[in-house]
Structure formats: C-alpha cells, structure tokens
T-cell receptor, first 113, second 115 residues
Framework: AQSVSQHNHHVILSEAASLELGCNYS??????LFWYVQYPGQHLQLLLK??????LVKGIKGFEAEFIKSKFSFNLRKPSVQWSDTAEYFC???????????FGTGTRLTIIP | SAVISQKPSRDICQRGTSLTIQCQVD?????MFWYRQQPGQSLTLIAT?????????ESGFVIDKFPISRPNLTFSTLTVSNMSPEDSSIYLC????????????FGPGTRLTVL
C-alpha cells in the first residue's frame, strides 16, 4: 500500500525567505506525484505534478518540486515566499493507471509579513 | 476550465439525521471520488463513484453509512447517514477528465457540523 509522509506539520517563515517542504512516499513501483494547496477559505488546488521525464517540475505561482527516486522524495520549493503563500500544502501520490490518491498529512505554512 | 460545484456548501445537522451532498461538473468526467477531511486532518478517500453501478468503498467505509450514487458522467451524490458528531468533517468530491485521467481536481467541499 502507498503512504506519504510530510514531516513538517507547521512552518513559519518571513516574507522573502526560501521554502522547502518535505514529502516522502512509500511505494514499490512507478508513481505519479502531486502537490496540492489549500488557501484559507478556498478549495484544494493543484500546484504541480510529476508523471515522468525531467525530475524538476515547475508549477504555478513560482513553485517547483524535485523528484529524487533514490530518496523516494518529492520536496516542494520556492525561492522567495510571499504573504499570499500562507496555506495548507498537501503532497499526494498515485500509481499510473490507478487514480486513487493517497495524501500526506499536510503542512501548514504561515508567512509573516 | 471546467467547474466543479458542491451543494450544500455547509450545513449544521442534528444527530441521527442524514444529509445528501451533491457534486455537479459542467462537463463529462471519467472518474468521480468522495473524500473526507476531518478537522486538522488530511484527506481520506471514502469511495469511488462508479457510473451506473455500486460505488467502490475504501477500508473503513461502508455503503449503509455513506451511500453514493452516480447516475451519469457529470453528477454524483454522497449521503452521510445516521449522523453523529464524529461525522463532522469537510466532504469533497474530485474528478478526473478524459484527457488527464491520472490527475484529480477537487470541488469546493461541503463543511458538515453534526450537533
């Protein structure tokens, strides 16, 4: 069975700081990887996804994530955060051809102006 | 882009009653799913809504408690039956489209409070 770990439960940063949120997954085969974001009072939105190819993927709003197969990781990064990045971030995984998503527990990001 | 809507957006219900949540998409989709997000928790898949047949439930979820319908390619309902305060959660539907079957897009959610 798949599992996803997000070890950072709550991260607090100042504006312009760099961000890296950890995501590790457990699964023996090929995976699709996703980051979703939930802004306060809004619904869950897709931030970026990795299926295959270049392990460095770029998403919306300046976010990127790097798939490191040897580490079973898919960490989310942003070089300079803004106050508007305050949100809950979820890492998720599924297997190609199996749409069922397994989510991590989420990381709450608070940006201090 | 296509729109996923859910009704109601929120509700407060009494213990022992049932609530039916609707998920409507403005274009045809392949898969529809129902998730639960309990307070302070991540999303947990309840079931996959199958068109014209019984839903496929995940471990820990049963049809008697969470009956699901999906009569066509754009609409599904989830009923939370015989509610208790432990059912207080956000319930979300998600969909996949024909041209992107491995990616799920989520509705706005229904915030349910059971007293």
């Amino acid at each position: 069975a798949q599992s996803v770990s997000q070890h950072n439960h709550h991260v607090i940063l100042s504006e312009a700081a760099s961000l890296e949120l950890g995501c590790n997954y457990s699964y023996g085969g090929t995976v699709n990887l996703f980051w979703y974001v939930q802004y306060p009072g809004q619904h869950l939105q897709l931030l970026l996804k990795y299926f295959s190819g270049d392990p460095l993927v770029k998403g919306i709003k300046g976010f990127e994530a790097e798939f490191i197969k040897s580490k079973f990781s898919f960490n989310l990064r942003k070089p300079s955060v803004q106050w508007s990045d305050t949100a809950e971030y979820f890492c998720a995984v599924n297997a190609p051809g199996n749409e069922k998503l397994t989510f991590g527990t989420g990381t709450r990001l608070t940006i201090i102006p | 882009s296509a729109v996923i809507s859910q009704k109601p957006s929120r509700d407060i219900c009494q213990r022992g009653t049932s609530l039916t949540i609707q998920c409507q998409v403005d274009s045809q989709v392949t898969m529809m799913f129902w998730y639960r997000q309990q307070p302070g928790q991540s999303l947990t898949l309840i079931a996959t809504a199958n068109q014209g047949s019984e839903a496929t439930y995940e471990s820990g979820f049963v049809i008697d408690k969470f009956p699901i319908s999906r009569p066509n390619l754009t609409f599904s309902t989830l009923t939370v039956s015989n509610m208790s305060p432990e059912d207080s959660s956000i319930y979300l539907c998600s969909v996949t489209w024909f041209d992107s079957t491995d990616t799920q897009y989520f509705g706005p959610g229904t915030r349910l409070t059971v007293l």
